[in-house]
């Protein structure tokens, strides 16, 4: 299953909101033809109707590959109207947070090809990582297509089983909101020690996104770069002595946050 394939089969793309229209972006950008294209959202982006795409036209009966891509509380809204396609050959790739696989097979049919992915929002600059898990009507060459259309906004891996999604959205799918928030406190801890505000903050957001972009370009694992940085008795040592101190430092903060987020995550799928 190509390009090719989805060209001639079409697809279908429920929701065009940031992360939809930033995986549209990327198929066209990849050759996948506009015609072959059915967006379904009552508040299309203006690029959106400028691409060619068809817009909430009549869809295809039976397209390769559904993309579920509307807010969790739109989702019974939207769902009945593809119910005709469930139980057959097309594939419903979900990037719906908190909707599990069972729920789509109750609604769409136990024999549906279903694949639940879980991007994060890096995603909008092609930066992104998903984590991706199928039901047992999941051929090997469904998930590839899933895997070829996720990889249009960055990294894509595969789950061994659906319960690790929660912690993937602890930390992945949650984890840019806590990398955010990083920057906000070198800014401020740079700002307390004399520097200009915006100073510190383009300081800040140049400190992290290079450092993610080295110890993702590098064969270095993080501990070897951040061993790299630190001279014995210097400054980054002494930073580093405050961060990483056992009972106070950020490797327990970070444990506890990642926890809070994976514990709500199952809290939200069981309807709490």
């Known amino acids: 299953m190509d390009m090719q394939y989805l060209a001639q089969n079409g697809l279908v793309l429920l929701g065009c909101g940031k992360m939809g229209s930033a995986m549209l972006q990327g198929w066209l950008a ?156 070198l800014a401020a801890a740079g700002e307390a020690q004399g520097l200009a505000s915006d100073l510190a903050m383009t300081l800040a957001k140049a400190t992290v996104a290079g450092s993610g972009a080295l110890a993702e370009a590098t064969d270095e694992t993080p501990t070897q770069l951040r061993i790299n940085v630190t001279s014995p008795n210097g400054t980054t040592q002494a930073g580093l002595d405050v961060l990483m101190e056992d009972q106070t430092g950020l490797a327990r903060l970070v444990r506890a946050t990642v926890g809070a987020a994976t514990e709500r995550s199952k809290e939200l799928a069981n309807g709490k």
Request: net charge negative; aromatic share 4%.
């Open 30 to 185: 990849d050759g996948l033809p506009a015609p072959s294209v059915y967006v379904q959202d009552p508040f299309p982006l203006d690029w959106v109707k400028s691409t060619g795409v068809h817009l909430n036209v009549d869809l295809p009966e039976k397209p390769a590959i559904v993309l579920i891509a509307v807010k969790p509380q739109m989702m019974a809204e939207a769902l009945p109207v593809l119910q005709a396609m469930g139980n057959g050959e097309t594939v419903f790739l979900s990037v719906a947070a908190g909707v599990s696989i069972e729920q789509y097979e109750d609604i769409l049919g136990g024999e549906t090809p279903i694949i639940r992915a879980m991007p994060n929002t890096p995603a909008a600059v092609g930066k992104g990582v998903t984590a991706i898990i199928g039901n047992r009507q999941t051929s090997t060459e469904q998930l590839d297509l899933a895997d070829m259309l996720l990889s249009a906004v960055g990294q894509v891996v595969r789950l061994d089983h659906e319960g690790q999604m929660d912690a993937v959205t602890g930390l992945s799918g949650s984890g840019p909101a806590y990398v955010f928030h990083l920057i906000e406190c």
